[in-house]
């Protein structure tokens, strides 16, 4: 199943969703809506379900989606890491 904006929206009024997110830095928002992925170093925060190849959706800092995609890595490692794709965008959020 893959997830979709409007999904991702209405899951992430639940607080328990948030641990199947990642949160970016607020300067990558549109780049994210622009379907580029979100690299290592603008992770914020990520939640411990994140998996490889997990469906995530994105959040800025304020827990908005800004897109959905697919996990490269762990949720631990996306915040360890300073380099290379954290998060393969399949959609981004339009403004």
Same mark, same amino acid.
């Given at each position: 199943m893959a997830?979709?904006?409007?999904?991702?929206?209405r899951?992430? +009024?639940?607080? +328990?969703f948030k641990e199947n997110c990642v949160t970016v830095a607020d300067g990558?928002?549109? %780049?994210?809506r622009r379907g580029k992925?979100? %690299?290592?170093k %603008?992770?914020?925060s990520s939640g411990g379900?994140?998996?490889? +190849?997990s469906?995530?959706?994105i959040l800025d800092t304020s827990g908005s989606v800004l897109g959905v995609g697919t996990a490269v890595m762990t949720g631990k490692f996306m915040k360890q890491f300073k380099s290379g794709a954290a998060v393969k965008i399949r959609a981004g959020r339009q403004p």
């Open positions: 997830l979709s904006i409007y999904g991702a929206e899951l992430a +009024k639940s607080p +328990k990558t928002g549109e %780049f994210v992925s979100v %690299f290592c %603008f992770v914020v379900n994140v998996l490889p +190849k469906e995530v959706a």
